[in-house]
């Protein structure tokens, strides 16, 4: 049963057009959204994330919006560039509950040139 | 800064052979984890800690065990190696339960043949 979905396992944008990862989840206890980002043959590493009680966090060209009502939330990559080329996790924890983060399947991301 | 450091980076394992996972971390982080992934998968937990002598199941434990003597060292036990142990194992740590920055190691990829 998967608490965080992301549907899409691929997704193609040419470079400096905004890339948008989506991420669904059902367990409505989560009350904290992370991204990762993970190139080939290293671990992931944290991009940016999101408190419930907020519905946008903005961090130079990456912005994640949280629409708590459709339990969904979307990465924007404004502009993209080659080095964004990655696969992405969507995660999330219910972070009152002191519990654990859990891990979307993850969305492999290209930059075309 | 060194961060969360994991050995071997590449192993081949035989069915029924046994191996430890080494996964050691200098941030003096309390909580340590171990995730696998699998192909087209996202990130399952295994096994996680939250201190010294306090181990805990994730998810997917079965197979496997860990033990936790220093704050600094996290090591994953395979007893029995099995195909379906065939996997991306990443070690990662955090300051706290639902921290939103884990510190992930860069893997260890393990093929049981």
């Known amino acids: 049963d998967q608490q965080v979905k992301q549907n899409s396992p691929s997704l193609s944008v040419q470079e400096g057009r905004i890339s948008i990862l989506n991420c669904d989840y059902t367990?409505?206890?989560?009350?904290?959204f992370l991204w990762y980002k993970k190139y080939p043959a290293e671990g992931p590493t944290f991009l940016i994330s999101?408190?419930?009680?907020?519905d946008k966090n903005e961090d130079g060209r990456f912005t994640v919006f949280l629409n708590k009502s459709a339990k969904h939330l979307s990465l924007h990559i404004v502009p993209s560039q080659p080095g964004d080329s990655a696969v992405y996790f969507c995660a999330a924890s219910a972070r009152s509950r002191d519990d654990k983060i859990i891990f979307g399947k993850g969305t492999r991301l290209h930059i075309l040139p | 800064n060194a961060g969360v450091t994991q050995t071997p980076k590449f192993r081949i394992l035989k069915i029924g052979q046994s191996m430890t996972l080494q996964c050691t971390q200098d941030?003096?982080?309390?909580?340590m984890y171990w995730y696998r992934q699998d192909p087209g998968m996202g990130l399952k937990l295994i096994y996680y800690s939250v201190g010294a002598g306090i181990t805990d199941k994730g998810e997917v434990p079965n197979g496997y065990n860990v033990s936790r003597s220093t704050t600094e060292d996290f090591p994953l036990r395979l007893e029995l190696a099995a195909p379906s142990q065939t996997s991306v194992y990443f070690c990662?740590?955090?300051?706290?339960?639902?921290?939103?920055?884990?510190?992930f190691g860069s893997g260890t990829q393990l093929s049981v043949l």
């Open positions: 990662a740590s955090s300051s706290a339960l639902g921290d939103e920055k884990l510190f």
């Open positions: 367990n409505s206890m989560f009350d904290y």
């Open positions: 941030m003096n982080h309390n909580y």
């Open positions: 999101i408190s419930s009680i907020k």
